[in-house]
């Protein structure tokens, strides 16, 4: 909704929390988790209030090892209703195992420079559209949820800077398709507040703001001020992984996602809801992290 109406503005404000551990979290780690602490961990997370959990990644089980098991970890887990539990899918082959394991939420994922894009998925950014614009009308004919990834979306690790009018073409050609909702990345953690700010108030030129989430990685420590960058924006939707965990196989050098209790804490102090309990968060990071040190 554009206008804004009485009732809108003494609506308390929400953020949506996109926990994204079990994928962006786990896909990087050389210790492999075994699948029933997959499951455990996500039915942990489950339980924290939570809208939106990413699970795992329906792509070539050579190119992330530690995601191999996705159609077990989906087969497993408890799924709360209300909560959407999001895939990553590649192409048609991972769309097809994806339907298989009873996925009713997907995410394509391309990137914003051609070099990340050729190095992630053996693609072009064109070639990329063209290999999921049939799966996403499939997933919609599906009555699926569909969430799209612009990786790289403030620097590359082989590029460098990212022209920011690609990312507004590309980010426009996204929701083009109808996607629910398109998460713009700064996948090696290389983003400025400023330059947070100036790529919000650009976009919502091109696509719906409501529809948008952002994805910081804090590889260089300012992943919470960019969350507060892009909130002021008008941003509601954030991606963030328990505990901090993570990172890209692709993209070297790149930390973990913002942690999800430092994004909890940040909106709490300023009476933001989340309706997410950050305890129970909490509860899960312990409970990862002592299998990632191999307890
Ligand atoms: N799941 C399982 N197997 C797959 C697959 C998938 N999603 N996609 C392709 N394959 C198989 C094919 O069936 C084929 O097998 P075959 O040799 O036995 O016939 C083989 O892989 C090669 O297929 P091809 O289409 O040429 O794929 P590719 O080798 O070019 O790989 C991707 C393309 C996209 C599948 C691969 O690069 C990938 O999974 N990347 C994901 C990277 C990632 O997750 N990064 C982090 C997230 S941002
Ligand atoms: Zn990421």
New binding site residues.
Partial sequence: MSEASPENEIEPPFVKICEVGP??GL?NESRQIATHDKIAYIDLLSQSGLAMIETT????????PA?ADAHDVMSGITQKPGVTYLS??????????AQAAGVRAIAV?T?ASESFVQH????SIDESFA?FAPLIAQARAEGMFVRG?L?TAFGCPYEGDVPVERVLRLSERLCDFGIDELSI?D?IGVAHPDAVSDLTLRLQCHVPLERLAMHFHDTQHRALDNVAAAYAKGIRIFDSSSGGIGG????PGASGNVATERVLAYFATRNIATNVNSALIEQATAFIQERLAGK
């Avoid at 992630?120 to 693609?123: C, Q």
């Avoid at 890209?248 to 993209?251: L, Q, R, S, T, V």
């Fill in positions: 994928r962006d896909q990644s329906f792509v070539h089980p050579k190119a992330i995601l990553l899918v590649p192409n048609a082959k991972g769309f097809a195992r994922f990137g992630n998925i053996g693609m290999e990834y990786s990345g996948t890209c196989p692709y993209a």
